[in-house]
């Protein structure tokens, strides 16, 4: 790394089919919106010539337009991929959302990924959520790099984000934090701003001048070899800490000088074992020139320091019934196992699926098994079923590039899986298996929508149905209490780009309506009511009275049915019909019209006719004594209660609570969760939190997250309850 010369075209350039997972890199760029994820991939294609100049991709010795502004907007909410050649390398460069609400295709591309490029802008810094990324990819030992962009900006300070980044990132250990270069500035400006125009090789001590385009290398003067020697020697302390020759550093202290190709080795083994994280600096190429200040660094870094895909573990691996299974890592013989990480539908070609292959050899028009772990209560069917897919490529902007297969290691898009998901297994038909799914978090903003009109309506199923199958963060909900259909989401963005994606993918306009929670009644006390139900229009009338006592029960108890009728006053075969009318209008509500809970009714007594009693007249006249019941006692409203636990930074613990209570919250316990984290737990009405999602972001900077669950159905304050009864035209 830093070392090589320059990289001449025909070593690089558009990827085709890998032969060898060791020549794959599969990388995924990391950061919040705004950061230059997007401008970094298409600096890094234009370096590695996949494309002429930034914006364009090369078709046949043509050009043809990216269809920039809708590309950009694509890539900023959703997981895409760019795959280049690079001296002799296929590096698959995964571009993620910098949205929190679509955290989703963040998680994709990190499963789909062996090392990460965390992104950080130089004139914005590191943001919470970023630092939360960078906790789940230590959790498991995911290789880290950092790159700092935005140098052109006037407030940029490279030596300070360094700073900010050992700190954010570092943890105990701030020296893994380091930087590999440092940029060089030009003259400076009338404004008084000296933009950078090169960097600093720390370890080869060389000079690298992008002023004119292309990537010049030099020797520095005396002046720049000053500037980098106390950087330098940090740097090298910090390499040999994390080199497996513990003499290395005692030599070091007794000054011998390190053998610069000895130094390059234990970085990359540091870098790939995820101890050590080099901090790069890179900035777009300037229009007309070919190469982007600190791309060639960072594709060396990334062939270089990086690990293959051999060196990731294998996938947990069972058969669709659960028997475990061994599969040996990244084997482009063995046994297939391969992943759809992102779902997409074309207008032409139909749904496309962008799949890592973890095993065996995926080949064009083969008969695969397709496994899929449900997630019904995300809307998403279970299935087991086999599947002939269509043509193997490799995206590229709006282009699909054929491939001749997709061995062990590599990602390829794939055309007709029809009934395959985001999160399900492909493998072969004779040897179906089924990997361990990645953790998906909880949607948790509703958003209820009805058809906009009787032709949406008929189109809206299939279209919700697409939906969720492109994207498992999202829940599809058909309430059978409200009767409401919900689309939860896991912000506002996300629930925008749902009914975009509705409208424009699959044509159908809905309206969002408000979104109601599940509220019950119930009685505060006991009381009675007499049904008496008597109609005689000529022929057989209808006779039936009854008498009830109802009386509160605990919570959760549900509705209680007692007969204690004596002496034959409702006849035994009358008495099921009672007990419906009376379930039946339960059911309907006695107050609001919300469904009555927890209570007990006991049927006492009653009068029946020879002739004019009937199931249904004693079905009416249960009904009407229940009302009766409610007419003369105090009926509760009964409103959902949530336990909600937060975890949030210790900095935002007091304005978390504090919101909390503003919602009418109970805190029941708090507990400190480590890395300067407060686990908050309170039960909040559900009615209190249908924004929280969005709601939460803002009070704590986006470093926050929630979980919720039912805990049980509890009287509503009488005010809130007034004003719910007002509103319900039956009350």
């Not at 234990?266 to 791309?295: H, I």
Request: negative net charge; contains cysteine.
């Amino acid at each position: 790394m830093g070392d090589k010369a320059n990289a001449h075209p025909g070593a690089a350039g558009r990827a085709t089919a890998a032969d060898h997972p060791a020549s794959i890199r599969n990388v995924v760029l990391v950061g919040h919106s705004g950061a230059g994820k997007t401008t970094l991939v298409e600096a890094l294609a234009l370096t590695a010539g996949a494309v002429n100049r930034a914006g364009r991709v090369e078709d046949g010795g043509t050009v043809s337009d990216y269809d920039e502004i809708e590309h950009r907007q694509q890539r900023s909410v959703q997981l895409s991929l760019v795959p280049v050649d690079w001296d002799g390398y296929k590096i698959n460069i995964l571009d993620t959302p910098g949205y929190a609400d679509f955290v989703g295709e963040l998680r994709a591309g990190l499963r789909a990924a062996d090392a990460a490029l965390f992104v950080v802008s130089a004139s914005d810094g590191v943001d919470g959520s970023t630092r939360m990324v960078w906790e789940e990819c230590a959790a498991v030992g995911m290789p880290r790099a950092i790159v700092v962009t935005h140098l052109e900006s006037a407030r940029a300070d490279f030596e300070e984000m360094t700073r900010i980044c050992a700190e954010a990132f570092g943890g105990d250990d701030p020296d893994a934090v380091l930087p590999l270069y440092l940029p060089l500035r030009g003259p400076e400006a009338p404004d008084g701003h000296a933009p950078v125009t090169g960097l600093i090789g720390l370890l080869t001590q060389r000079l690298f001048d992008y002023a004119s385009g292309e990537r010049k290398e030099a020797e520095p003067g005396p002046e720049q070899r000053q500037l980098i020697e106390d950087a330098r020697n940090r740097l090298i302390e910090g390499i040999i800490a994390e080199s497996e020759d513990e003499t290395l550093m005692d030599r070091y202290l007794g000054g011998e000088e390190i053998d610069l190709k000895t130094l390059v080795q234990d970085l990359e083994r540091a870098v790939a074992r995820g101890t050590f994280f080099p901090v790069l600096a890179a900035a777009p190429a300037a229009e007309g020139a070919r190469q982007g200040l600190g791309t060639v660094e960072l594709l060396e870094l990334v062939t270089g320091g990086f690990p293959t895909p051999l060196e990731r573990p294998a996938p947990s691996v069972t058969t669709p019934d659960g028997t475990a299974r061994e599969v040996r890592a990244c084997d482009p013989d063995g046994p297939l196992v391969a992943e759809v990480v992102k779902t997409a539908s074309d207008p032409y070609v139909g749904r496309v699926s962008l799949v890592r292959v973890f095993s065996g050899t995926l080949r064009p028009d083969a008969t695969l098994h397709v496994s899929g772990h449900g997630l019904t209560d995300r809307g998403h069917e279970d299935h087991d079923v086999d599947e002939r897919i269509g043509t193997l490529s490799a995206p590229f902007g709006k282009q699909q590039r054929a491939l001749t297969h997709c061995i062990a290691g590599d990602l390829a898009s794939v055309a007709k899986l029809n009934r395959a998901e985001t999160g399900d297994t492909l493998s072969g038909k004779d040897d179906p298996l089924l990997m361990e799914p990645w953790k998906m978090p909880d949607p948790l903003l509703p958003l209820a929508i009805e058809a906009h009109s009787k032709a949406d309506e008929d189109k809206l199923s299939q279209g919700l149905g697409r939906l969720v199958a492109e994207d498992p963060t999202m829940r599809l909900e058909q309430n059978p209490n409200t009767h409401q259909v919900v689309l939860w989401c896991l912000g506002e963005a996300h629930a925008d780009v749902a009914l975009e994606r509705l409208r424009s993918r699959y044509g159908v306009q809905v309206d969002v309506v408000p979104h109601k929670v599940s509220l019950r009644e119930t009685f505060a006390g006991t009381s009675s009511g007499r049904g008496r139900h008597v109609k005689q229009s000529g022929g057989h009338g209808q006779f039936a009275i009854c008498e009830i006592e109802v009386e509160p029960l605990p919570n959760g108890s549900g509705i209680e049915f007692v007969d204690k009728v004596v002496g034959g006053a409702v006849p035994r075969q009358f008495i099921p019909s009672v007990e419906k009318g009376v379930r039946t209008q339960a059911a309907r509500g006695v107050a609001a019209g919300y469904p009555l809970i927890d209570v007990r009714v006991t049927l006492r007594d009653g009068k029946a006719h020879s002739v004019d009693s009937s199931d249904a007249a004693f079905q009416t006249a249960g009904a009407l004594a229940l009302r009766e019941a409610a007419a003369d006692a105090r009926i509760h409203l009964l409103e959902p209660v949530a336990e909600v636990s937060v975890l949030v930074g210790d900095d935002y613990v007091g304005a978390v609570m504090s919101d909390l209570s503003g919602r009418r919250g109970r805190v029941v316990g708090t507990e400190q969760a480590g890395g300067g984290r407060t686990l908050v737990r309170a039960e909040v009405p559900e009615i209190e939190i249908g924004r929280y999602a969005v709601d939460l972001r803002s009070i704590s900077h986006g470093t926050a997250r929630f979980d919720r669950h039912y805990a049980r159905h509890e009287p509503m304050p009488q005010q809130i309850a007034e004003r719910i009864r007002e509103r319900t035209p039956d009350s």
